[in-house]
T-cell receptor, first 113, second 113 residues
Framework: GNSVTQMEGPVTLSEEAFLTINCTYT??????LFWYVQYPGEGLQLLLK?????DKGSNKGFEATYRKETTSFHLEKGSVQVSDSAVYFC????????????FGQGTRLTINP | DAGVIQSPRHEVTEMGQEVTLRCKPI?????LFWYRQTMMRGLELLIY????????DSGMPEDRFSAKMPNASFSTLKIQPSEPRDSAVYFC???????????FGDGTRLSIL
């Protein structure tokens, strides 16, 4: 079946550090890939997406590239801020007609000043 | 643009009581999803609708849970009777198209005493 595996958290970094949160997936067909972010007390918000191989999604300084060969969609940011502290979810949908979003378990990120 | 609107934001009630959670999807979106989020189990899909028709309810935990979507602009998730283990944050999300991202509401934080 379709699945998403994320880097175990929690992750704690200092402000201006480089961030990578790993995400790998298993899917049949050609899924779309997403990163969602959840700030405390809020719902999930779409951060970025990519719909085909080698697409790069980007938003708010975050980037992720859809790598079909390695079935990965790692999230990166060059210089994190305290306001980036949140839980990040990798997800896929559309694999072989499946309409559901399949989420990873989430990675809690804390940025210290 | 109004996002997905959920009500109530918080609900505290005693076990055995009926609980009704409400969701108004984004206008024009034809798919609606109900999720439950807990610390132990993460984000779980309960049920989703396409064009007001339930497509997959395999995530609904028990017969105590039911969901309806009487029209394109309204859905309810009902728990009867409620139990303490139902305490969680319940999210509603909507989407237009198969590979498009889902848009989440701010959730209903449910506490069953």
């Amino acid at each position: 079946g379709n699945s998403v595996t994320q880097m175990e958290g929690p992750v704690t970094l200092s402000e201006e550090a480089f961030l990578t949160i790993n995400c790998t997936y298993t899917a049949t067909g050609y899924p779309s890939l997403f990163w969602y972010v959840q700030y405390p007390g809020e719902g999930l918000q779409l951060l970025l997406k990519a719909t085909k191989a080698e697409d790069k999604g980007s938003n708010k300084g975050f980037e992720a590239t859809y790598r079909k060969e390695t079935t990965s969609f790692h999230l990166e940011k060059g210089s994190v801020q305290v306001s980036d502290s949140a839980v990040y979810f990798c997800a896929l949908s559309g694999a072989q007609g499946a309409q559901k979003l399949v989420f990873g378990q989430g990675t809690r990120l804390t940025i210290n000043p | 643009d109004a996002g997905v609107i959920q009500s109530p934001r918080h609900e505290v009630t005693e076990m055995g009581q009926e609980v009704t959670l409400r969701c108004k999807p984004i206008s024009g979106h034809n798919s609606l999803f109900w999720y439950r989020q807990t610390m132990m189990r993460g984000l779980e899909l309960l049920i989703y609708f396409n064009n007001n028709v339930p497509i997959d309810d395999s995530g609904m935990p028990e017969d105590r849970f039911s969901a309806k979507m009487p029209n394109a602009s309204f859905s309810t998730l009902k728990i009867q009777p409620s139990e303490p283990r139902d305490s969680a944050v319940y999210f509603c999300a909507s989407r237009v198209g198969t590979n498009q991202p889902q848009h989440f509401g701010d959730g209903t934080r449910l506490s069953i005493l």
